[in-house]
């Protein structure tokens, strides 16, 4: 089975998704299931796990309807106020749907260099296990200090990081992204999403041979046991297409044994998030 561990959907307007820019055009308009079970349907993937794109409540509930109206979205990302101090009866509420397998926070976007550090967001993030919930940490690569320190704090919980910490694979910069992904891999509760890294290049001149030595890195770092596809749908449309993508990581991984290569498409993101 072949599960898409990142993809998003969202009823588009310009205030609420100002992150989107004129160089993204393409994307600048409603992504529904309909769209995304369209785009599937010539590919193996039989689930998704939908990510959260906008930080409210609101947000996750309406995630978790679209999930209990489409048979194949098998779980969502959702997003909560960590910081608040009644997120264990948030968290609580929440659980009740069994659809719901983890939360984000958008830390790419907090002006605070130590917000991932802050006691607050952590009192929250330590609320977590109980509820059998999975983080997803969301971060640049300039990030990856303190990410480090943050998942040091919860050796317990189980995280997963998206898009490879989006290095920065447009100047072809390497290096430094290379020693903190490894010294992150060293945690083994945390796993990392092949996803996201068309959109960390140029949209239009970027090439395999640019981005393969970012994947050698992950599969070193991580091990065929804690690495998860994921498209990025519909991001990743601005550079490539979903079948590309996905043609992309199958060929990459195709020099692995046939349950690493499982393990990578599927088997993870099902262990992982308990779908």
Request: glycine letters at 6%; a negative charge.
């Amino acid at each position: 089975m072949i599960i898409d561990s990142h993809q998003h959907f969202w009823n588009f307007n310009q205030k609420e998704f100002d992150w989107i820019n004129d160089e993204m055009g393409l994307i600048k308009r409603s992504f529904l299931p309909k769209d995304l079970k369209n785009t599937i349907s010539d590919t193996n993937v039989e689930g998704v796990i939908s990510v959260q794109a906008r930080q409210s409540l609101q947000e996750t509930q309406w995630l978790l309807q679209l999930a209990s109206e489409n048979e194949f979205i098998k779980g969502i990302i959702g997003w909560i106020p960590l910081s608040q101090n009644n997120v264990s009866e948030l968290l609580s509420d929440l659980n009740k749907n069994p659809l719901l397998k983890g939360v984000r926070h958008v830390i790419q976007g907090e002006p605070d260099p130590r917000f991932i550090l802050g006691k607050n967001f952590n009192n929250g993030i330590s609320q977590l296990k109980k509820f059998g919930l999975v983080y997803d940490i969301l971060i640049l690569s300039h990030q990856l200090t303190n990410a480090i320190q943050f998942v040091d704090q919860h050796p317990d919980q189980l995280f997963v990081l998206d898009h490879i910490a989006k290095p920065e694979i447009k100047i072809n910069e390497i290096q430094i992204w290379e020693g903190k992904i490894k010294e992150l891999a060293q945690r083994e509760n945390v796993s990392c999403k092949l996803s996201g890294m068309v959109t960390e290049a140029d949209f239009t001149n970027w090439t395999e041979d640019q981005l393969k030595p970012y994947f050698d890195v992950v599969l070193e770092a991580f091990g065929p046991g804690r690495i998860l596809f994921g498209s990025d749908w519909p991001v990743c449309l601005v550079a490539t297409s979903y079948k590309a993508w996905m043609d992309l990581v199958k060929k990459w991984i195709s020099e692995l044994s046939i349950n690493e290569q499982e393990q990578i498409l599927g088997k993870n993101a099902i262990s992982i998030y308990n779908l």
